[in-house]
């Protein structure tokens, strides 16, 4: 929501710059052209060849150019000849010694095509034959080219490709960079995390190992024992709130690496629900276990570790929020399409509202007072590929659910039952 | 185990004037127990400890080899005091007899 906004304006910012960055280095390389032309532009030694056939004009005796035409050939080095339908040169100006009087119909066709004998030389029709005009050898690089009539008419397609080509690169590059940009900040801000909650662990092991160790001490009065037992205990929950911190921040961001196994979740259950009844001698709290028959004979791929936290947290905050007492039911289910369902539920006082809105995901600001317990439940079945709902009972009490997919299941057949003491 | 006594050097359990052997996933099964006495053992891991295979599968032969520890050890088999099942969960070698 909020996120994905600022995401999507910081790419699109991104965007705009590559593309302002692609259009300067167009516009500059524009501007160094232009610049080049224009530079070179007054030293071109190109007479108008138009302006020379109209002026060139049919006297009694030959051919005649007006005198300041004929200078301004001089100034730039050309030189001009006329030849008539036979290939013979009937008028010429300024013509070297070396190019002969006659050419046949190929030489023409080569030097109108090429150079003759390395001038360069433009030629035009006019009515008495052909008008050829030459500039200085290496002044003018001419050449002849021709391109197949379909190439041609694919060229507008291929600039259109061109571009898109180029929007195309745009946009990716600048998501790549956006998301290069994002994952580096959330990786100096997990690191920035684990740094703070190691250097808040070390001074806490020694005010816990001094509060223990008073707490202990025989010597000491029975209050002030009682008030290091206090220390103790919430220096405990201190150190599990920073692990819990470093954890969920880890999950946020897929940093905590999955040890994946395949995980039995019916004996992982029966081992969480036994190890809480066997910590907890309370007679308030209930706990049970219900596990569909058909449960067993599926393993889920994951982590063995987090799963058995994930459920620890939904046992513990169940009976965390619930001082009167309460049962505790976890059950195992294989519903339709092989998804295999874990659910938790309780008959207490259920979700506080505001925490339900932010587990479900409909209120994003942080509700502080609730712990990361739950928090760290979702992101831990989010890792695993799981749906997960929390809800309140119309009973009352608290219900989550949990489910995974066959993606990440297994099947395993029942082995042989040889009883070999039968 | 009030006045039954299981020697687990030798396997044997004494008491009531007569002595019985186990058998070896019985005696497997009874040390567990006896180890985490007063707490709930998963199947698995009494699985585990019988038959070295935390695979499942072995629920029903469990319960078959329960019942025939029960046989050799409560006086009453069938309301027993000392080997108790937790539903869902495993079973439960007592501290004391209930009752």
Not at chain 2, 58 to 74: A, D, F, G, P, S
């Amino acid at each position: 929501m909020n996120g994905a906004t600022r995401w999507i304006k910081d790419t699109a910012r991104m965007a705009l710059l590559l593309a302002l960055i692609l259009l300067g280095g167009l516009i500059v390389n524009g501007l160094s052209l232009g610049f080049a032309v224009w530079k070179t532009a007054g030293t071109a030694k190109a007479p108008s060849l138009s302006q020379y056939a109209s002026a060139l004009t049919k006297t009694d005796t030959g051919y005649m150019l007006p005198e300041a035409l004929c200078d301004e050939l001089d100034q730039m080095g050309c030189w001009a000849m006329l030849l008539n339908g036979d290939g013979s040169v009937v008028w010429q100006h300024g013509k070297p010694e070396e190019i002969s009087d006659h050419f046949s119909l190929s030489q023409v066709a080569g030097f109108t095509r090429w150079y003759l004998m390395d001038y360069p030389v433009r030629v035009r029709a006019v009515d008495d034959g052909l008008l050829v005009m030459a500039s200085p050898k290496n002044s003018v690089w001419k050449y002849d080219a021709s391109m197949p009539l379909p190439t041609l008419l694919f060229w507008p397609a291929w600039l259109l490709l061109t571009l898109v080509c180029n929007f195309l690169l745009i946009f990716l590059l600048s998501v790549g960079m956006t998301k290069r940009r994002y994952q580096a900040r959330e990786t100096a801000r997990t690191e920035w995390i684990a740094a703070v909650s190691h250097d808040v662990r070390t001074p806490l092991s020694t005010v816990l190992g001094y509060a223990d160790s008073l707490e202990n001490d025989p010597t000491l009065p029975q209050t002030q024992r009682a008030e290091a037992s206090q220390i103790r205990q919430k220096g405990e929950e201190l150190r599990g709130l920073i692990a819990d911190l470093n954890l969920t921040n880890r999950l946020e961001h897929s940093m905590e690496p999955l040890t994946l196994s395949w995980v039995s979740l019916p004996a992982l259950v029966r081992e969480v629900v036994a190890a809480t009844i066997n910590e907890q001698s309370d007679d308030r709290y209930t706990l049970e276990a219900q596990i569909a028959p058909g449960a067993s004979s599926w393993l889920l791929r994951g982590d063995q570790a987090l799963l058995t936290r994930m459920l620890k947290n939904l046992i513990g905050n169940s009976i965390r929020h619930n001082p009167a007492g309460c049962t505790v039911t976890v059950s195992l289910d294989v519903e339709r399409l092989h998804r295999l369902t874990l659910t938790v539920r309780d008959d207490g006082v259920g979700y506080p509202p505001e925490q339900l809105n932010k587990l479900t995901g409909k209120s994003p600001a942080p509700t502080p007072g609730h712990g990361l317990g739950l928090t760290i439940v979702r992101q831990i079945a989010i890792a695993h590929h799981g749906r997960i709902h929390f809800s309140n009972l119309a009973t009352g009490g608290a219900c989550c659910v949990i489910s995974f997919g066959w993606l990440r299941l297994r099947r395993v057949k029942p082995i042989k039952q040889t009883d070999d003491e039968a | 185990m009030g006045n039954i006594t299981v020697d687990f050097g030798s396997g044997t359990v004494r008491g009531n004037g007569e002595e019985r052997l186990l058998t070896a996933k019985e005696f497997a099964l009874l040390k567990k127990l006896a180890q985490n006495r007063g707490r709930i053992v998963t199947i698995d891991s009494l699985c585990m400890a019988a038959w070295n295979d935390g695979n499942f599968g072995y629920e029903n032969t469990l319960m078959v080899h329960m019942r025939r520890l029960r046989e050799k050890i409560e006086p009453d088999p069938s309301h027993p005091q000392y080997i108790l099942t937790v539903r869902g969960l495993g079973y439960k070698l007592n501290k004391e007899a209930t009752e």
